[in-house]
């Protein structure tokens, strides 16, 4: 990038050496995908149904997030201060309160019909 | 054959309206008038190399400004199309329909495709000098934003006369929306330009935010940073986490009407309340993404006109902070009607009421950097002092409107559309136009002629209030928004013509800021100093333009006011100026890619639009291509020799 040489940025450009082996992209890949068939398999088959259809795919979900987080975003590296962690934070909580807010708003349809 | 042609022309051209003749006129011989002048001159050369492949964030930030002033008269011609039609009961001026597209491309017009570039364009401008950059983090992908952009709008200004423009209102809510309602491709056009600029919105989001984390001359800690930066920094944020809801929700919806699944229809489960809340997550922090940059610009321009460091630092950091997170938390607001019950209206009207909280902050501490300042009454300053009025009225009615109970009185009614204006006008218009007057200068090396600025000014005002205040009234007295005309005798006559001059009188406002913007190019005085507002941060240590590495030397940064301290020092006795170390400058190369890509973003959207799959594939593929391309480009970028750096430097008079 155009700040390559310059102060802060330049960082990026030092420890580039670490950005994970081809081997931990190749297992999180796996695993996504592994992750990703449970839940459509469950749905397509109806083996479940209601509430532990749903805490299912939750959980699975969130495994997928995890993953994504470790193995191709590199959560645990990086310098301080630590923004992408602050970030990941903030995403959480807004996260949360969309998901959150909205079953709330919307359970009036449960007590309209 | 001839007959087939004919049907598909008079669907695919819109036709039957005189303004709509006069319309495709217009852009006619505009469009053959550029190609004249462009090949005429011999410019094709200099437009493609020194601005359509730019990765300069300077001319990207003027390209910005450009387009999106030109969008201002678009949408400004909108309004008072729709005003005359409401000046007099019963009006046949427009049908309608008419009407309906009308009001709709205004307010997606407005709040997209001008208050956005156009703030847009302070990030770009501003943002990296004022940090001490040499660039934006992302200077390839800013270029893809900014073509993003402007491609997205071309495609919804297009829909005026090919196919007819979207008329579902600039909040789009289904059931109106969906295929059964809505058949035409206008509100294609709708979905898919803003989801095209969307992308660039969100790019720009992530570009500078990095770019102000990360890229800040050494020395200079967040908390020195100039306010305007703390805004964008705010900005970004709640860019980032609000894009991407508007994104789904428009998708979800463009699902529904090209594959006919059911989000947002009864039919199987859908909820067409789903989406209005969707809608409003993005919608209501949307109106402090363009409203917080104009608080960063009325920061800057209060200290500087005031001569005074800023008061309340921290505290200002401190509430544009707050507002970034807390007004993630009132979008039920604009549903309070609705019935989602007592419970959740009670949390987002108090909520909402909080956020009024560190606003009011903001207002004393300007309002406390001007008292007992050294006031000098320049064009921005003029606008920033009459912000404050403005503002203070239209936060005094947001805050009416917040009372859950009390806005079932004024929902949709004419209350509302003088409230939301007087934010958006007196808070985001009037501030953008203050940063426009202030960093003008820096944008194209000289000054505004203050006269014409002037009378652009009272113009603007004067007819802000005479074209707003009736409206509230009117909205007590039971008009509704988006009536296209009424009878006589309901006593709303008069209140409606008085709207109307004041309107036109705006409309007068910004004819007289086109004179200004033409006496400017011709007589404009130049700005030799860089200077020319005895500034305090660091944009006005450089030249006016800047050259285009910006910082000959990167800065060391000693506090807040980098260059108010850094001109304090020159003048103590025995200061010696540091001799120069000029050293080769690293700079990304220009490309002409984030145009050409963005040609297939808007060749695949019109396809959409009209359910040609095939344009839509071909469009697709051609994004494919380009992206491809990029990632096997090593070559990106260059290093400026230090002679070159020398002789640009010794032409400005900086060695
Ligand atoms: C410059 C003077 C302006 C005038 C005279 C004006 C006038 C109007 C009028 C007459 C309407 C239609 C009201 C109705 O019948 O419901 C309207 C709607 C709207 N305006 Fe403006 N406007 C102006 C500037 C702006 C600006 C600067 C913005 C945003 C930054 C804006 C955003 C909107 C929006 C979002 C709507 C609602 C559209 C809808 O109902 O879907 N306007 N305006
Ligand atoms: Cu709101």
Redesign the pocket.
């Given at each position: 990038m155009a700040g390559g040489q310059q102060h802060t940025a330049n960082s990026d450009h030092e420890n580039h050496g670490d950005h994970g082996s081809p081997k931990l992209y190749i297992i999180g890949y796996i695993l996504s995908i592994v992750l990703t068939i449970i839940p459509l398999v469950l749905v397509l088959n109806h083996v479940m149904s209601g509430v532990p259809l749903v805490a299912t795919i939750t959980i699975m979900a969130i495994l997928q997030f995890l993953i994504q987080l470790f193995f191709f975003m590199h959560i645990t590296e990086g310098e301080k201060p630590a923004y992408h962690v602050m970030t990941l934070a903030l995403g959480v909580i807004m996260v949360f309160t969309i998901v959150a807010g909205s079953a709330w708003i919307m359970t009036f349809n449960a007590s309209v019909s | 054959m001839l007959e087939s042609i004919k049907t598909f022309a008079s669907h695919f051209f819109v036709t039957g309206d005189p303004m709509i003749y006069g319309a495709d006129a217009s852009i006619v011989l505009v469009t053959v008038a550029i190609l004249f002048v462009l090949t005429y001159f011999k410019k094709w050369r200099w437009l493609w190399d020194e601005w359509l492949t730019t990765v300069d964030h300077k001319k990207i930030g003027i390209m910005y400004a450009l387009a999106a002033i030109l969008m201002?008269f678009r949408?400004?011609v909108?309004?008072?199309l729709?005003?005359t039609q409401?000046a007099f009961p019963n009006m046949h001026f427009l049908q309608a329909e008419h009407?309906n597209q009308i009001?709709?491309t205004?307010?997606?017009i407005?709040?997209l495709f001008?208050?956005m570039p156009l703030m847009f364009a302070f990030f770009n401008i501003v943002v990296p000098l004022q940090i001490g950059a040499r660039d934006v983090a992302y200077p390839y992908l800013n270029a893809v934003s900014f073509w993003l952009f402007f491609f997205g709008a071309m495609l919804l200004n297009l829909s005026f006369v090919i196919g007819g423009s979207p008329d579902a209102?600039?909040?789009s809510y289904p059931p109106l929306s969906e295929l059964a309602f809505d058949k035409g491709p206008g509100e294609n056009f709708y979905l898919l330009s803003i989801s095209i600029s969307g992308i660039g919105s969100l790019a720009t989001g992530i570009n500078f935010m990095v770019t102000i984390l990360k890229m800040r001359a050494p020395g200079m800690k967040l908390m020195d940073m100039p306010l305007f930066t703390w805004s964008i920094l705010a900005t970004c944020i709640i860019i980032i986490f609000a894009f991407p809801v508007l994104t789904i929700a428009l998708a979800l919806l463009f699902i529904d009407r090209l594959a006919g699944a059911h989000f947002f229809t009864m039919l199987h489960g859908g909820n067409p309340m789903m989406f209005i809340n969707l809608f409003w997550m993005w919608g209501h922090p949307e109106v402090y993404i363009?409203v917080l940059p104009a608080f960063g610009i009325y920061s800057e321009v209060v200290s500087t006109f005031a001569k005074k460091r800023i008061f309340g630092y921290k505290s200002m950091v401190a509430s544009m902070m707050l507002i970034s997170i807390i007004s993630y938390f009132t979008w039920t607001h604009h549903f309070f009607t609705m019935g989602s019950g007592a419970d959740v209206n009670t949390f987002f009207a108090i909520s909402t009421m909080a956020i009024g909280v560190p606003t009011g902050v903001k207002v004393f501490n300007w309002l406390f950097t001007m008292y007992r300042g050294r006031i000098r009454l320049t064009l921005p300053m003029l606008w920033t002092i009459a912000f404050v009025p403005c503002f203070a009225i239209g936060g005094a009615t947001g805050v009416m409107l917040a009372v859950a109970p009390a806005d079932y009185q004024y929902h949709n009614s004419?209350f509302l559309?003088a409230h939301?204006?007087q934010v958006?006008?007196g808070g985001?218009?009037f501030g953008y136009f203050a940063g426009l007057y202030y960093w003008w200068p820096k944008m194209f090396g000289h000054v505004l002629n203050e006269k014409l600025g002037r009378w652009s000014f009272w113009f603007w005002n004067i007819g802000?209030y005479v074209?707003f205040m009736p409206q509230y009234a009117l909205g007590f007295m039971g008009m509704?928004?988006?009536?296209?005309t009424y009878p006589h005798g309901l006593g709303w006559s008069s209140l409606n013509l008085v709207s109307t001059i004041?309107?036109f009188m705006?409309?007068i406002g910004?004819l007289f800021q086109g004179a200004q913007i033409l006496h400017g190019i011709k007589f404009g005085k130049r700005d030799t100093t860089g200077d020319p507002w005895d500034g305090r941060t660091l944009e006005w240590s450089l030249p006016s333009p800047a050259p285009h590495y910006n910082f000959a030397t990167i800065p060391q940064i000693k506090g807040r006011d980098a260059w108010w301290t850094m001109k304090e020092e020159m003048k103590q006795p025995g200061y010696k100026k540091e001799p120069v170390h000029i050293e080769p400058i690293h700079m990304p190369k220009s490309s002409g890619r984030p145009f050409i890509m963005s040609v297939f973003f808007f060749i695949a959207g019109f396809g959409l639009t009209f359910d040609w799959i095939w344009m839509g594939v071909i469009g697709a593929i051609g994004v494919g291509i380009t992206l491809l391309a990029r990632s096997f480009e090593y070559d990106t970028d260059y290093y400026v020799p230090v002679d070159e750096i020398e002789r640009t430097e010794a032409a400005l008079g900086r060695l």
């Open positions: - | 201002l949408g400004g909108d309004a008072l729709m005003r409401l009407y009001f709709t205004h307010g997606t407005m709040i001008m208050a209102g600039w909040v363009v004419y559309i939301f204006h958006l006008i985001v218009v802000f074209c509704t928004r988006r009536l296209y004041g309107a705006m409309g910004f």
